[in-house]
């Protein structure tokens, strides 16, 4: 089985994009991430949901997250929205010197292969792309049906 094979169709989203809007299709549609797109629709680099949380909550709550029992949850989706309202997804990126480079694999890639780059790159995403032809991506979900679907040993 190949990359191409696995891949689906997958939602992307611009650097311009509404952050919050991003955020919404993740949760919504309980995807690990999104692909992000520049202006010509080239890829530039997966957003996962846990750069999205990242963004959202404070440095000294991830640090020591014992300190996240003073939030009141009641009023924190309220803080999230607001968070996010009026941000782009490029905003929510870490700076360009500090990403991973974009978890890609041509269409004749192996299934192990894919779970290398997954692997090496921590994302829960891979694009599928020959060339400027984008296949679609694979999750980690999917790919580890496929692996442990195999035959038994």
Known sequence: MRARDLAEDYPLVHLTDDALTAARLIAEQRRPGVVVVDPHGKPVTVLPGSQVLRFLIPGYVQEDPSLARVYDERDAAAACAQKLAG???????????????????????????????????????LLVSDGEEIHGVVTTSHLLEVLLDGPAT
């Open 87 to 125: 941000r782009t997804v490029k905003e929510l990126l870490p700076a360009k010197e500090k990403r991973y480079e974009l978890p890609r694999v041509p269409g004749d890639a192996t299934v192990i292969e894919c779970a290398a780059t997954m692997a090496r790159l921590h994302s829960p995403l």
